[in-house]
C-alpha cells in the first residue's frame, strides 16, 4: 500500500503529510480527560490506525485536513473512548470558530497566532491593498521587517542574508518585538522606524507653532512625542511684540493637544504626548490642575519635572520659590509641601499628573556633556535630549523558561542578537527632520526592554510581591543589562563607536561602545498583545474576562497559564471561570488552591509599596526609564499616592505613575463590583477559553 504524502489545507494549498500533527491533536484530547498518563503510547497506536485508514481510503486523491478529522474521530469512537472524542471534536469546533473569526477579519494565519494578537496585527500592523483588503500575512510582516532592518549589513560588509534570517526566526518565534512604528513602517515608502521623540519647546511663537508643525509630522509617522514647556513664560507675564500679555504654557499645549487630535498616526491609531512642567514654574498650578477638566489635554500625559531640592523641601516643610522663566526673577513663594499635596490629590483623583525625578534623569544620563535632559517620551520610560529619538524593542520572557527554569543560554543569545536588530534600525531609519537624524545618530541611543515579567515569574512558581522576586527581577535585569551592553561593546569593535562617545560618561571607562544607551523598559501595549504575553514588568491585571469582539459576540478570555494549571491540578470548571470572569481575581474562589491564589495575584490586590520595589529593581539596572503604573484600588486613600510618590524617590525611580482604579470613565479594564471585568481593544491579556462563546 503507498504510503501517504501529501495533504490539503483549507485554504486550498498542498502540503507534505506529517503524521506526528495527528498524535499531537489526539494527545491534547487525551490529556483533556487525563488519559494520556494512563496509556502514554495511546496517541501514538491511534495515529498509526488513522494512518493506514487514510492510506486504504484515499489511494488516488489527496485528503483533505477535514477528511482525517473525521477519521480521527471514527477511531475513537470505534475504541470506545467516548470523552476523548467528545474532547477532539471540542477542539475542533472551537478552533473552526477561531479560524471563522480570523477569515471575517481577512487574514491567513500563517503562524497559528491568538485571536486577540490576529485582531491587532489586522486593524494595524498588515499592509492593506489600495482598496482595504489585507494584503499580508502575520509570517511576510515578520520578513518584511526583517529583510528591511537586515539589509543595513552591507554598510558593514555583512551577510544581510543571515541577519535577515536570525531577524525573523526571533520575531516570527514570538522572542523579540520591536516597537509598533518598525513593525508598521520597515520596508514601506514611509519608512519612520521609532517610537519615541522629544522636541524643544522655546518662548519664541513661531518655534512654538514649528514644533507643533514637526509633532504632527512624527504623529503621522507612528512617532510618540515629549516637550518641555518650562521656558514659556507664565500667564500674564509681558510681551514685547504686541504690547500684550502671555497666555502661559497650559494655553498651548491646548494648541497641541487639538492638532493631535485630527492627526491620526498613520492613519492607524492616535497620537500620544508627554508634557512636562517644572515643579519651580509660576503656572506650576494651574498646569497640575489642567486634567480636572474632563475632555481637557486627552492626547496628553502630564507630569510634574521635581528636582531633589524640591523633595527635601517638601520633607522639611520649607518655602519654595516659583520663578519666572524669561526674567529668572522670583514671581513667588509658596509650602512645597502644598504643591505636593496638590499633584498627589489630582493623580488621586485622575491619575495626572506623575512625577518624573529630573535630577535622578541627568544623574544617570551618560550624554550629560551635551546639555540636561528635560522630557521623556509619552509613556516617560525614555528621556530623550531635544530633537533626540530613540526605538525600542522588547524580550518576551514567558518563551524563556524551560523546565521549571530560566534559560540563561538561549535568553543571551536573543539580547545579543536584539541588540544588532535596534542598532540597525539607526541606520535603517528615515527620519522625520534632519536635526532629528543628527542627534540620534550622534549618540545611537537604543532600548531593549522586556514583556511576560508576570507570565515567567508564574512558570517559576514565584509570588510577584515576594522577596523571591525582587532578588529574581535584579539577577534577570543585571543580566539583560550586561549582556546589552556587551553585546553593543562587540558591534563597537566592528563599526566604530557612536560619534559623542568621547563626550560622553563611557569614555573614561570602556574602549568603544556602541550605543549611549542600550536598555529601556516600554509599557509593550499592543506588541505583548501579539506575543501573547503579559505587558511590560506589570502584574497581571485580570486572570479572566469578557471582551466583545464583534457586535453581540463577545469572548470569555483568561491567562493561559492559569488555565493550564486549573487543568492539571483539576480544579478547572466552565462554572469556576465564569465565577473569576466576575471580579477577574481567583481570590475568593474556594476552587482554587490557597498556593495558586498567591501566583495568581492581580495588580490591584498587590500592595503600591510592592509595584515600587519591583520598579526600582528593575531602573537599577535599565539605562533609561521603567514604565511601571502603580495601580492602586479604587478604595485608595489619597495618602496612599503620597506614600507611593515618596517611596518612589527614596528608591532612586526616574519617574512614577499612579492609577486608581475607576478614577477615568474610560480604560482598557473596566472592574467594577456591579457588573463581570469588561477589556476594551487595547487590553494585553490572555487567550480565549475553551468555552468561549455565550
Known amino acids: 500500500m503507498p504510503a501517504i504524502s501529501k495533504i490539503k489545507k483549507r485554504d486550498g494549498s498542498i502540503e507534505s503529510f506529517n503524521s506526528e500533527k495527528i498524535t499531537n491533536a489526539v494527545l491534547k484530547a487525551l490529556n483533556a480527560v487525563k ?35 473525521d477519521l480521527v474521530e471514527e477511531v475513537l469512537l470505534k475504541r470506545k473512548k467516548h470523552d476523548v472524542a467528545r474532547a ?28 486577540n494578537a490576529i485582531t491587532v496585527l489586522a486593524k494595524r500592523y498588515l499592509l492593506k491593498s489600495e482598496d482595504g483588503e489585507i494584503a499580508e500575512t ?41 516597537n509598533t512604528p518598525t513593525l508598521m513602517n520597515a520596508g514601506t515608502e514611509l519608512g519612520q522606524l521609532s517610537a519615541c521623540f522629544v522636541l524643544p519647546v522655546e518662548d519664541d511663537l513661531k518655534q512654538i507653532m514649528r514644533t507643533c508643525e514637526n509633532m504632527a509630522i512624527i504623529h503621522q509617522s507612528g512617532g510618540g512625542t515629549g516637550f518641555s514647556f518650562s521656558k514659556l513664560r507664565p500667564f500674564g507675564d509681558a510681551v514685547k511684540s504686541t504690547q500684550g500679555t502671555a497666555s502661559g504654557p497650559v494655553s ?12 491620526k498616526q498613520g492613519g492607524k491609531r492616535r497620537g500620544a504626548n508627554m508634557g512636562v512642567l517644572h515643579v519651580s514654574h509660576p503656572d506650576i498650578h494651574d498646569f497640575v490642575n489642567a486634567k480636572l477638566q474632563t475632555g481637557m489635554l486627552t492626547n ?51 491619575g495626572d499628573p506623575g512625577i518624573i525625578f529630573i535630577d535622578e534623569i541627568n544623574r544617570k544620563n551618560p550624554t550629560a556633556a551635551l546639555g540636561k535632559i528635560e522630557s521623556t517620551n509619552p509613556c516617560s520610560e525614555q528621556p530623550l535630549h531635544p530633537y533626540e529619538s530613540c526605538n525600542l ?34 541606520d535603517a531609519n528615515k527620519y522625520p527632520l534632519p536635526e532629528i537624524e543628527a542627534m540620534t545618530k550622534a549618540n545611537r541611543r537604543i532600548g ?135 471580579t477577574g481575581s481567583v481570590q475568593g474562589i474556594k476552587e482554587v488552591p490557597p498556593a495558586v491564589k498567591k501566583l495568581f495575584l492581580t495588580s490591584l490586590e498587590i500592595s503600591p509599596e510592592w509595584h515600587i520595589k519591583i520598579q526600582a ?15 492602586l484600588p479604587e478604595t485608595a486613600k489619597v495618602d496612599d499616592v503620597r506614600k507611593a510618590y515618596l517611596l518612589a524617590y527614596k528608591m532612586k525611580c526616574k519617574g512614577i505613575t499612579v492609577y486608581r482604579n475607576l478614577s477615568k470613565k474610560e480604560q482598557v479594564l473596566y472592574i467594577s463590583k456591579q457588573e463581570p471585568v469588561k477589556a476594551g481593544a487595547e487590553y494585553t491579556g490572555g487567550h480565549v477559553c475553551e468555552e468561549c462563546q455565550y
Open 35 to 69: 488519559e494520556d498518563k494512563k496509556k502514554p503510547n495511546l496517541a501514538e497506536s491511534i495515529s498509526k490506525e488513522v494512518v493506514s485508514l487514510i492510506q486504504k481510503h484515499f489511494t488516488h486523491i489527496i485528503p483533505t485536513v477535514e477528511d482525517i478529522q
Open 88 to 115: 477532539y471534536m471540542m477542539y475542533r469546533q472551537e478552533h473552526e470558530k477561531m479560524r471563522e473569526f480570523k477569515q471575517y477579519l481577512g487574514v491567513r494565519d500563517d503562524l497559528k497566532l491568538t485571536p
Open 138 to 178: 502575520p509570517s511576510r510582516l515578520f520578513r518584511r521587517v526583517a529583510k528591511a532592518i537586515a539589509s543595513v549589513e552591507t554598510l558593514y560588509n555583512s551577510s544581510a542574508k543571515k541577519a535577515e534570517e536570525t531577524f525573523y526566526e526571533m520575531m516570527s518565534s514570538l522572542e523579540f518585538l520591536p
Open 252 to 263: 498651548f499645549m491646548r494648541i497641541f493637544d487639538v492638532t493631535t487630535d485630527v492627526i
Open 300 to 350: 496628553f500625559n502630564i507630569s510634574v519635572a521635581v528636582p531633589d531640592a524640591f523633595m527635601e523641601a517638601v520633607e522639611k516643610n520649607k518655602e519654595w520659590h516659583l520663578v519666572n522663566p524669561r526674567t529668572k526673577k522670583i514671581a513667588k513663594t509658596v509650602k512645597a509641601k502644598e504643591i505636593f499635596d496638590l499633584i498627589v490629590s489630582n493623580a488621586w483623583k485622575t
Open 393 to 426: 524593542g522588547s524580550i518576551n520572557l514567558s518563551k524563556f523558561v524551560r523546565n521549571g527554569n530560566p534559560n540563561w543560554t538561549r535568553l543571551k543569545e536573543c539580547i545579543h542578537n536584539a541588540i544588532h536588530f535596534l542598532d540597525n534600525v539607526i
Open 448 to 582: 531593549l526592554g522586556i514583556m511576560g515579567f508576570a507570565d515567567m515569574l508564574i512558570m517559576l512558581g514565584m509570588q510577584y510581591n515576594s522577596n523571591q522576586a525582587i532578588a529574581f527581577a535584579e539577577k534577570l535585569m543585571k543580566f539583560i543589562q550586561d549582556e546589552a551592553r556587551s553585546a553593543s561593546n562587540k558591534l563597537a569593535e566592528k563599526r566604530g563607536t557612536f560619534p559623542n562617545f568621547s563626550k560622553s560618561a563611557y569614555s573614561k571607562k570602556l574602549k568603544a561602545t556602541r550605543n549611549a544607551t542600550v536598555t529601556t523598559i516600554a509599557p509593550t501595549g499592543t506588541i505583548s498583545m501579539i506575543a501573547g504575553c503579559s505587558s511590560g514588568i506589570e502584574p497581571l491585571f485580570a486572570i479572566s474576562y469578557t471582551r466583545e469582539v464583534l457586535e453581540h459576540t463577545k469572548l470569555l478570555e483568561t491567562n493561559h497559564l492559569f488555565e493550564k494549571i486549573a487543568k492539571d491540578k483539576k480544579f478547572y470548571s466552565k462554572s469556576m471561570m465564569l465565577k473569576v470572569a466576575q
Open 617 to 631: 529593581v528593575m531602573q537599577k539596572y535599565s539605562d533609561s526609564g521603567v514604565s511601571k503604573t502603580i495601580n
